[in-house]
């Protein structure tokens, strides 16, 4: 093998997002791990001169980019193009980039177009002078796979959270070798980005605790009365309280589509488990959640789990959480706000 290629969207300000300097990290450890081989960078972007700084300051020596405005968007046409020529440019065998829905977007058709091979959802790396071992976990996280190829590019898209990221600061002057993309024309005119409405419409990967709330907050409680208005009180002051990022079981964000009455910020994009997300955060707390496996297969990155239900033989309590609170959520909830 030659060579490592790192490929970056660079961010609004010509630098490097959280994910793509985990995807230095990602890529630095592959290049010296395989016996030290040469890691080029290609940048695309509005601009990208800081991230080329930042990068010749780590030690990359080739960096090639795609500076222009066409790129200073998403947009699988722009992006799939401007990735190609720095792909043919760079020749590398391997080629490891972020997994953010830019990349997940354009990355399959570059793939595709330099006659390699793509995988995604990497969470783990095995670098050795023999070659390399990529990890990812299959049927939502119940089983983990040690890949390898003989296909070549290989095409690898790593997890955002499953690597540190660069955390040097020092910069270099940077020569670029700057790549025009022709311009062909494109039927995709990007008109804006919609960012979530409030802080608990998705989750928030940055969050250190993930709040889920399970279904057991509209059902009925010891009074014969449901208390949605409560529990959305509760929730959001939270939220509000700890920063928390908000999860969601299956039951109560489909209450919605079933016409029954809901907490009015909860959306699919909440959803937490076999059928929704797995955010990585450092501990979460389940309220109101019975703890069925498609629900806690979501908690695969998870680290510290907690969790609060009436019934002592839920889910949770079946070696599925650290600690188990069998309490009314509403009392437990409205404690730990007034602590808080
Ligand atoms: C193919 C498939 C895919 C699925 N995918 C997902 C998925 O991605 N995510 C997901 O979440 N589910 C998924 N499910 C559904 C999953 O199996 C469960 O049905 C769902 O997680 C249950 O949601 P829940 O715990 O909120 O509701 P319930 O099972 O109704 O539990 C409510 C809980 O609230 C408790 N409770 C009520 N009042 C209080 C109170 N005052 N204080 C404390 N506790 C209280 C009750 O004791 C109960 O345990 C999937 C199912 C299938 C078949």
């Known amino acids: 093998m030659k060579s490592i290629l790192l490929l970056i969207h660079t961010a609004d300000d010509g630098g490097l997002g959280k994910a793509a300097l985990e995807s230095l990290t990602a890529a630095q450890q592959m290049a010296e791990g395989m016996g030290g081989l040469e890691l080029k960078a290609g940048l695309v972007g509005g601009a990208i001169q800081p991230a080329a700084e930042l990068l010749a300051g780590a ?4 960096i090639l980019g795609v500076e222009s405005d066409a790129c200073a968007v998403s947009r ?7 990735f190609s020529e720095i792909v043919k440019a760079a020749g590398a065998d391997v080629v490891v980039a972020a997994g953010t829905s830019r990349m997940a977007r354009c990355m399959p058709g570059v793939a ?45 898209l790593l ?14 002057q940077a020569e670029v070798q700057r790549l025009e993309l022709a311009e062909t024309g494109s039927r995709t005119s990007v008109i804006g980005v919609e960012e979530a409405a ?43 309280k700890a920063k928390a990022s908000l999860g969601s079981t299956k039951s ?3 209450q919605s589509g079933e016409g029954h009455a809901v907490l009015s910020f909860m959306s699919h994009m909440n959803q937490v488990g076999q059928t929704g997300s797995s955010p ?21 990155f998870i680290n510290q789990r907690r969790a609060i239900n009436l019934d002592p033989s839920c889910g949770w309590a079946q070696g599925k959480a650290d600690v188990l609170y069998v309490a009314d959520a509403f009392a437990v909830m409205r404690r730990v706000n007034e602590l808080l």
């Open 159 to 172: 997890s955002p959270g499953a690597f540190v990221p660069y955390s040097g600061t020092s910069t270099a």
């Open 252 to 254: 109560l964000v489909d």
């Open 59 to 62: 030690g990359v020596k080739t």
């Open 76 to 82: 699988y046409s722009t992006d799939a193009r401007a």
């Open 112 to 156: 595709q177009r330099a006659q390699g091979a793509i995988d995604t959802h990497i969470s783990g790396i095995e670098p050795s002078p023999d070659g390399l071992k990529a990890r990812r976990w299959y049927y939502r996280q119940r089983m983990e796979a040690i890949l390898t190829r003989a296909q070549a590019p290989w095409f690898l």
């Open 198 to 240: 409030t802080g608990a419409q998705t989750i928030k990967p940055e969050a250190e605790v993930l709040l889920v709330a399970g279904a057991g907050w509209s059902k009925k409680q010891a009074d014969g009365q449901a208390h949605l208005d409560q529990a959305e009180t509760l929730i959001l002051g939270f939220l509000d």
């Open 280 to 300: 990585r955060h450092a501990k979460g707390l389940a309220t109101c959640c019975h703890g069925e496996e498609p629900h806690v297969v979501g908690w695969r």
